[in-house]
């Protein structure tokens, strides 16, 4: 298997985990392990390297990658959500960094054949684990014509959302939809020329059901209920996102846990007892520069945020928040 794959701000995003010598970093979303790789040059033999990923294909691709580094590494099939269990699992209890790199890889578009992208016709499956109980095919063929309305609108943010849902529906009482390809035409049908944009008219839905089908949105939102918890004082934590839904879920929970006292202002003493548990490292997102968009056109959408995690002067460490 050759796993192709080329990762976004990696220099930017290893340089904001602040890997040194002998510290544990994990990679939560191996993908190509393009990150995992430089984190592993970086950690040198005392360092540990943990890695996750809900695809086995990227899991296996990553020992490949990691095989000439003298660094100690542990992979696991996992999603990224599910962090604490993994550590729990080799007990493990604080982490100097973890990097959440939230898109697809070019091998899940390319070479997975699992009808993530619209430029090819192949089954339309989506999942990013082949153990996630729903397909593509079974959201687009089994979705009421409301349901799947709103889907296309919540997670895609598509303009023409009811067309696309009713020619679907039309179009499924014919024959099932069972390929990327038939999707892509079927949606192109509904939405008239004068109104596309730069973009395929089948971006949207195709993004809005793979979210669906991987509980993405979900899975960021089970991780920053305990991922920061696991940080050491000190420790960082570096995310990319791809789209505006989960960069905004990270920002706002940066936000959150870098905001102290949240008590009326004309409160006379504090009451909440909140305390900062963040320090935010990048005042707005980071993006990728013009010559890497040139290069790698996938890097277009990407936005970068980092974060440290604060210690307390008695030396507890401060929750997260819940």
Known sequence: MVFDHVSVMPEVAVGYLNCQPGKVIVDATLGGAGHARRIGARLGADGLLIGLDQDPAAVANARKVLAPFAVRHHLVNANFADLAAVLAGIDLRGVDGILLDLGLSLYQLEQSGRGFSFQKD????????????????????ELGEKE?????????????????????????RQAPLRTSGELARTVAGAVAVRSRGRIHPATRVFMALRIAVNGELDALERFFRQGIDLLNPGGRICTIAFHSLED?????????????CTCPPDLPRCACGHRPVLRILTTRAVKPTAAEIQANPMARSARLRAAEKLGRPDGCVAGSLR
């Open 148 to 172: 799947l309305c709103s889907l296309l609108r919540r997670l895609g943010e598509e303009p023409h959302a009811r067309a696309i849902a009713r020619r679907i529906v039309a179009r499924r």
């Open 122 to 141: 192949e089954p339309l499956d989506m999942r990013m684990d082949p153990h996630t109980p729903t397909t593509a095919a079974e959201l687009v063929n």
């Open 248 to 260: 905004r879920i990270v920002k706002q929970r940066f936000n959150a846990l870098a905001r102290g």
